[in-house]
């Protein structure tokens, strides 16, 4: 059975023009881009067309993408090197609503006696521009606000936070990792300092990510070792993946229409579906200001590891806030820092598309869930009273 995958802000399928892309690169030009000869040597200038297509996504220079190992890696990379650049800062501005990638580094930050100020965000997942305005001081190293959240698509006010940040001189880090691909980014007119994206979310393999640091931005490397990148992330290329980064941004460029309009499209039609067949549903995030492919829906008094249970067994793939889900002992922090109520964090469910959804899956799960989350409730000591309003 063909999977209806609808959990690509977990990750993504490699598109197929990456995937033959980047064929050559395990059999015929495996060398070292850093060795003297050419069979390795040639390697070099396919790096740098590489970057210059992940540069152009965004808007910005070649010379200002390294290459990483992944999303994680660019997020604790660009912290890492704002606190290292000004020592005598002892202070750093996130929000509690930032994937573990930043959260659990500023946390581990604050253990090494780094004052952390967490900006919270309101029921609809909306950043506090109070909170923030009042822990900014003339300590603060760095600010990293995410550019959308991974789980409710909620797109956070970089631009007006940057650009308080620029008036101040205060280095600003954006995680774009679940941005990068799905809407359009130009840092030309973005006041962000550092941005991380991650391959594995835009259809590239997992394993590389990179970092755009704006040219003058002082950088101290994380990686520490050879010279490779400029000396500014030691270690030697995956050139492989690096490609694919490459492809894989020149493909999103000239789909981000497609995820615009078409996902967009097919994401509204199985929420507006899933809303309008089953009883008190309620959407998670601001839905004025969210990424074209997420949503988040509660459906109170279920588990949410049920839903997915039993949606899993028709195929259809997504994610759950609940915790037996998450991989951790807490259900979703995010929701948490929301203020969305027990019931409702266990009984959320994240549908995330791409652009290869198609109709016919949307149609089938709209065909699908409703009758589950329905025998569920039956299940539910909460949900008998419900059952009667449930089509
Ligand atoms: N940041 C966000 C917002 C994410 O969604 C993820 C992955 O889910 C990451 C960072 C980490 O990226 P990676 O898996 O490439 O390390």
Redesign the pocket.
Known sequence: MKPIYLDN???TAVAPEVAEAIQPYYHELYGNPSSMHLFGGQLHRRIEEARAKVAALIGAEPEEIIFT???????NTAIMSAVESYPHKRHVISTRV?????LSFVRHLARKGYRLSLVPVDAMGRFDMDFFMKSLDENTAVVSV?????ETGVILPIEEIGAILRERNILFHT????TTGKIPINVKGLPVDML?L????LHAP????ALYVKKGTRFYPYIIGGHQEHGRRAGTENVASIIALGVACELAQGNLKIEAVHVARLRDKLENALLEKCPDPRINGDTSRRLPNTSNISFEYVEGEAILLRIDEFGICASSGSACTSGSLEPSHVLRAMGIPFTAIHGSIRFSLSRYTTEEEIDKVIEIVPPIIKELRTLSPYGKERIIKCS
Do not use: L, W
Not at 98 to 102: D, F, N, R, T
Not at 146 to 150: D, G, L, R, S
Not at 206 to 209: H, V
């Open positions: 802000n977990a990750t190992s992944c999303g994680t890696e660019s997020d930032e994937h573990p990638a930043v995410m550019h959308a959240n991974n995680d774009a990792v679940q991380s991650s391959g594995h979310k997992k394993g590389i990510g």
